[in-house]
């Protein structure tokens, strides 16, 4: 009997550790099914989340002819868009309703790239107010936009209107700027300014068409058209001057910015303070302007002249008068003999051009490198306008074989306005025989290099009138073995304002040049020479081209800048300079 209690017993404990062990798997089993479902409830949320935020669209709400609402979602994101509902909020409204609309299974769902109308099957028709229209994705992300229905300005466009100057100048150019912004949340394509006829009591001569044409603004992106306007009257008339912008979203210029408006006032030239800021095209201030001839390089001659010189702008409505003028020209280095006007050395020896042509006593080297016009009798500038002041001279000696790279030029002037200075010019000098090159303005293209038809002015030019111009590229000198290489450039700018600038006729340069129209309606001429300059068979190379004069009322000033660019024979850089001012009597 023990035995068979023992045998009872062990089966009991059997069983029983059985039962034990297969509770004990079960809950183990359970628990691992709550962690299966714990994670994967995590990882379908984070995957929810991170679609969610990966989700990108934007809103374009307006409406057709019958006030339908069309709400488009552009989705920018990289995974389809699935939108669950809209809701419209009336804000006109004390209350503001909010009203949901659930999005038909058809058009919810938003490809990627796609720009889509999610109420196509749906006619919801609005009446004139303003909304906030709020649509929710499937994941739960959210985008809101005001929409205005029949309520001006409020359409995302917003316009400011700037003229400047604000008192221009009689004849001259106001340039009315309006900047435009997109003060919406989604993108406006094809913005364009709409400029109103002027009002005031002044007329428009001529006007450009606005830059830039057409553009697409982010939310938040600005942009600035601009026009040129000539104006006229008499001193004292303004102009106003108003514009609109438009743009679209969904139709063709569905969306207009408020109407902007700014004036000028018209005054004359040298009204409230002197000199009129703009007489010159250039940097100026009440005072005489300086606008120098340069030769480079100049080369080691003694039979030769280049020549330089001076043009004074009289800017003031005054007469000023001229009693000196000095050019002085020096190499950098701490102790250097060299000589740009050699005084002591005999060779500062001058064919005078202007003021006066052949013997003028008043030139003179008062010290080694200082060329000077001096006179007892004062030179007369009137009004606006200028006056050459050109010589040709015998070029001096560097101090030893080596060439100057670089020579700092300046000039001063003594007036009956004060004495003034202008520098930040330079010129060269060969140390071996080389070129005397010159470019300038002449009106006889047989013996161009003739001291009497060397020019780097023009005045009394009529407003309007087509003027010709003959552009000379030389070597000064009469030394066949100085060349300056082929491939030289000579450089003609043409002021803006200026316009029809053709090239009539060249001689020596490779085809025909033709003019180059900048942004600011400034034009350039560029001639390659096709051979050698400067040998007994080719002194000269010469461009010839027209343009129409400004049309002003105005008397006004511009600087035409003719440089050239190139080598000699003796691999050394040329690099003369012209500016040539043109004086518009209007």
């Given at each position: 009997?023990?035995?068979?209690r023992r045998?009872?017993?062990s089966?009991?404990?059997?069983l029983?550790?059985?039962v034990?062990?297969?509770a ?12 299966t ?5 995590q ?6 989340e991170?679609?969610?935020q ?9 409406t ?5 609402l ?6 920018k ?5 699935e939108i669950?509902?809209?809701?419209i ?9 909010a ?5 038909n299974?058809n058009?919810?769902f938003v ?13 919801l ?10 649509v ?10 005001e ?27 106001v ?15 094809n ?6 006829v002027?009002?005031g009591?002044?007329s ?7 830059t ?9 992106e600005?942009?600035m058209?601009?026009?040129d306007y000539?104006?006229?009257g008499?001193?004292g ?5 108003s514009?609109?912008a ?18 000028s006032?018209?005054?004359k ?20 302007q ?9 080369g080691?001659s003694?039979e030769?002249?280049a020549?330089?010189g001076?043009?004074v702008?009289n ?13 002085t020209?020096?190499?950098p280095?701490a102790q250097?003999?060299d000589k740009?006007f050699?005084?002591a ?19 003179s080297?008062p010290?080694e ?11 007369i500038?009137p009004?606006?306008s ?14 030893g ?6 020579v700092?030029?300046?000039g001063?002037?003594f ?21 005397l090159v010159?470019?300038?303005?002449t ?5 161009p ?14 407003p309007?009138?087509?003027?010709t ?8 000198d ?7 290489n ?11 304002e200026?316009t029809?600038?053709t ?8 085809g025909t ?8 309606k ?12 400067g040998d ?23 600087v ?6 190139g080598m000699?024979?003796s691999?050394?850089?040329i690099g ?10 209007g």
């Amino acid at each position: 009997m023990p035995q068979n209690r023992r045998g009872i017993s062990s089966v009991v404990g059997a069983l029983f550790f059985t039962v034990l062990m297969i509770a004990g798997f079960s809950v183990l089993s359970l628990a691992l099914d709550a962690q299966t479902d714990i994670v994967t409830t995590q990882r379908m949320v984070s995957d929810i989340e991170i679609k969610k935020q990966q989700e990108d669209f934007g809103l374009l709400v307006s409406t057709d002819g019958n006030n339908i609402l069309n709400v488009s979602v552009d989705n920018k994101g990289q995974n389809p868009v699935e939108i669950s509902s809209i809701w419209i909020t009336n804000k006109t409204l004390p209350t503001q309703p909010a009203t949901r609309f659930e999005i038909n299974y058809n058009d919810a769902f938003v490809p990627s790239g796609f720009n889509t109308n999610v109420l196509s099957s749906q006619t919801l028709q609005m009446i004139p107010d303003v909304y906030d229209i709020k649509v929710v994705s499937s994941y739960g992300t959210i985008k809101t936009t005001e929409f205005a229905l029949g309520v001006a300005g409020s359409s995302g466009l917003r316009a400011e209107l700037i003229t400047d100057p604000p008192d221009v100048v009689l004849g001259k150019n106001v340039t009315v700027a309006m900047l435009v912004t997109n003060t919406g949340d989604e993108l406006i394509r094809n913005v364009e300014p709409e400029m109103q006829v002027p009002g005031g009591s002044a007329s428009i001569m001529s006007s450009s068409s606005h830059t830039p044409s057409i553009v697409n603004l982010n939310p938040g992106e600005s942009v600035m058209f601009s026009w040129d306007y000539q104006v006229n009257g008499i001193s004292g008339d303004d102009i106003i001057f108003s514009a609109l912008a438009r743009g679209d979203l969904v139709g063709i210029d569905d969306v207009f910015s408020n109407i902007a408006t700014d004036s000028s006032l018209l005054r004359k030239a040298g009204e409230g303070g002197g000199a009129d800021p703009d007489i010159v095209n250039d940097d100026l201030l009440a005072r005489p302007q300086l606008f120098f001839i340069i030769p480079s390089s100049q080369g080691k001659s003694t039979e030769a002249q280049a020549t330089w010189g001076i043009n004074v702008v009289n800017p003031v409505n005054a007469n000023m008068e001229v009693s000196k003028l000095i050019i002085t020209a020096f190499a950098p280095g701490a102790q250097n003999n060299d000589k740009l006007f050699d005084r002591a050395g005999g060779d500062c020896n001058f064919n005078p051009i202007s003021p006066v042509l052949g013997a003028d006593p008043n030139w003179s080297c008062p010290s080694e490198n200082a060329l000077m016009w001096q006179s007892a009798t004062p030179v007369i500038i009137p009004a606006n306008s200028t006056r050459a002041f050109l010589t040709q001279v015998e070029p001096g000696k560097p101090s030893g074989s080596a060439s100057l790279e670089s020579v700092i030029v300046q000039g001063s002037v003594f007036t009956t306005l004060g004495s003034f200075g202008k520098s930040g010019y330079q010129s060269t000098m060969s140390g071996t025989t080389s070129p005397l090159v010159n470019v300038y303005l002449t009106d006889d293209t047989v013996t161009p290099r003739d001291d009497n038809n060397i020019f780097s002015t023009r005045t009394g030019i009529v407003p309007n009138s087509v003027q010709t111009f003959d552009i000379i590229f030389a070597d000064m000198d009469n030394d066949d073995t100085t060349i300056i290489n082929s491939g030289a450039r000579l450089i003609i700018n043409v002021p803006k304002e200026w316009t029809e600038v053709t090239v009539i006729s060249d001689e020596g340069f490779v085809g025909t040049p033709v003019p180059v129209e900048f942004g600011d309606k400034s034009h350039q001429i560029i001639g390659i020479t096709s051979g050698p300059l400067g040998d007994a068979s080719n002194t000269n190379d010469r461009i010839t081209f027209s343009a129409r004069a400004p049309n002003i009322t105005d008397d006004r000033l511009y600087v035409m800048y003719v440089l050239a660019q190139g080598m000699t024979s003796s691999n050394f850089s040329i690099g003369p300079l012209n500016e040539i001012v043109l004086q518009v009597d209007g």
